[in-house]
C-alpha cells in the first residue's frame, strides 16, 4: 500500500475545519489508519483552528500530511512567522486556550518550525501498538531544526 505524502491548500476559515478533517479521515482511511483517526482529526481541528484565531480568518493555509516510518505527521503551513503556539495554563471556565494541550495530549510529539516565509505546527502520532502506559507512541523528543513543545 502506498502512503505518498500528500498536501491540501485551504483558506483558513471556520467553515473549512469540518471539510479539512473529513479529508484527513478519507486519507487515513485509505491508508489503513483507522485506529488513529480520531486523535489525527482532533489534532488537525486544533491546528487550522489556531490559524484561524491568531493569524485570521482568510488566511491562505497547507495542511500536509506523511508517513516516516510508524510516524505520522500532520503539517498546517501559514505565512505569519510571528504568530507562534503555546501552551497555556487555561482555568477550568476559560472558553479558549486549550488547544495546543489538547495536541500534546494526543499525540507523541509536536513542534513549530519557522522558514523565511512561513510557519509550520506540526505533530506526529504513532501509528504501531498501544504502550504499557496506553499511548500509540513513545516519548516526546525534539526534532532537529525545530521548536518542540512537551
Known amino acids: 500500500m502506498s502512503r ?21 479521515r478519507l486519507h487515513l482511511g485509505i491508508w489503513g489508519l483507522h485506529d488513529i483517526t480520531d486523535q489525527a482529526q482532533l489534532c488537525v481541528s486544533e491546528l487550522v483552528s489556531n490559524v484561524i484565531t491568531h493569524v485570521g480568518v482568510g488566511t491562505p493555509a497547507t495542511l500536509t500530511v506523511s508517513m516516516s516510518g510508524t510516524r505520522l505527521r ?13 501552551l497555556l495554563d487555561a482555568t477550568p471556565d476559560a472558553e479558549c486556550g486549550r488547544g495546543m494541550a489538547l495536541v500534546g495530549a494526543v499525540s507523541d510529539r509536536w513542534g ?39
Open 74 to 86: 500532520i503539517e498546517v503551513h501559514d505565512p505569519d512567522t510571528r504568530a507562534l503556539p503555546t
Open 4 to 24: 505518498k505524502p500528500w498536501e491540501l491548500a485551504f483558506t483558513a476559515e471556520p467553515e473549512e475545519v469540518g471539510a479539512v478533517r473529513r479529508i484527513l
Open 112 to 150: 513549530v518550525q519557522l522558514r523565511a516565509d512561513r510557519k509550520i505546527t506540526w505533530c506526529e502520532l504513532r501509528t504501531g501498538p498501544p504502550s504499557a502506559e496506553g499511548r500509540t507512541g513513545g516519548a516526546r523528543a525534539p526534532v532537529e531544526g525545530s521548536r518542540v513543545r512537551p
